[in-house]
């Protein structure tokens, strides 16, 4: 981390007068719990070690002023020009992040910003969400408007969704920004009430294996499987009023109301309202110290996602199918949005090299793409770097 704070002040001080604000905000995993956060129900992610880095300062004029250093780019626009750029380009996340503060009405003056992160894009691990809570938290620090951190959250998904047209739910921001080094957050995704909960494993690892696939199909996928189900949810309604999200359902209202529908909207919404419980019944077994049990969930989900909800691919389907005899794994599955990315598994602290040493090359062989991995420690959500 050291090295890149250092690297972000230089480039900082190379190309713009005045000491930086320098905020970091990180990337996360998420235990247990997908694609069940815009259905109102729970998650299980924490912040990790990855993260991005903003250096920032307020400028006299309009004129907003950003360099990323992970593709030597620069970009300038006018405040009132400000709109989004070319589909999945790094100034969005900043932009659609400070246009949320004129949205609030706060007035907004021109800045110059320069990012740094080492959040792998693309391998689910929230390099965009870091990116938009690392501006939101700086901007509103630099600006003096005293927003609460929820508030911050809410702004920087809406940047996801207005300036990356994705419409996603709130774990990855919440997580960046409220992350608690050691826990992960046990988040009601509807009444946004959250838990901290211990997580340090004794003798055991979170391993990421990156797929280093990016589909092009996830951010249409994405938005495809909200609508689809939000037409669950509508026919359930139709026959029982106070429903108002796959939260409310049960498999038995599926089977009365959707099923006779519609098989794939089934399936869909099955997956979710399956999801839901497992996570709650997950969070049992992490209080009880049962991680065996709470790792055979974890393949459930793969398999639900894989199959029910389909938002894997067959790179990480073939990870999954390597670790699941083996008993150094105690849990894994695909993470994240999905179309690629990373897995994330539970590894035996003492059989992690052995793994990483057969799978590395296995896969590459049977893939034809590289595999990277992390070992993933969970850090604090988003704060100022102290200089
Ligand atoms: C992406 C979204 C999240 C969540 C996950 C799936 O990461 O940004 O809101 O929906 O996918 O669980």
Redesign the pocket.
Known sequence: MNNLVNQLRHAFTESFPGTPLIVRSPGRI?II??????NEGF?LPAAIDKAAYIAITLRDDDEIHLKALDFNEAFLVKIADMQPVTSNSWPNYILGSATQFIKRGIPLCGFNAVLVSDVPIGA?M?SS?AVECATVFALNEVLHTNLDKLTMVKMAQKA?HEYAG?M?????QFASMMGKKDHVIKLDCRSLAYEYVPFKLEGIKVVLLNTNVKHSLASTE?NTRRKECEQAVAWVRAHVPNVSSLRDVTEEMLDNYVLPNDELIDRRSRYVVQEIGRLLSGCEDLRQGNVQALGKKMFETHEGLQNMYAVSCKELDWLIDQVKGNEAVIGARMM???FGGCTVNLVKEDAVDALIDTIKPAYEAAMNLPLTYYVASIENGTEIIQV
Request: aromatic share 10%.
């Open positions: 998420n719990g997908e694609h069940t956060d815009y998650v689910g929230s969400a996801e994705v996603c739910g709130i774990m990855d994405y994240g949005g999905g």
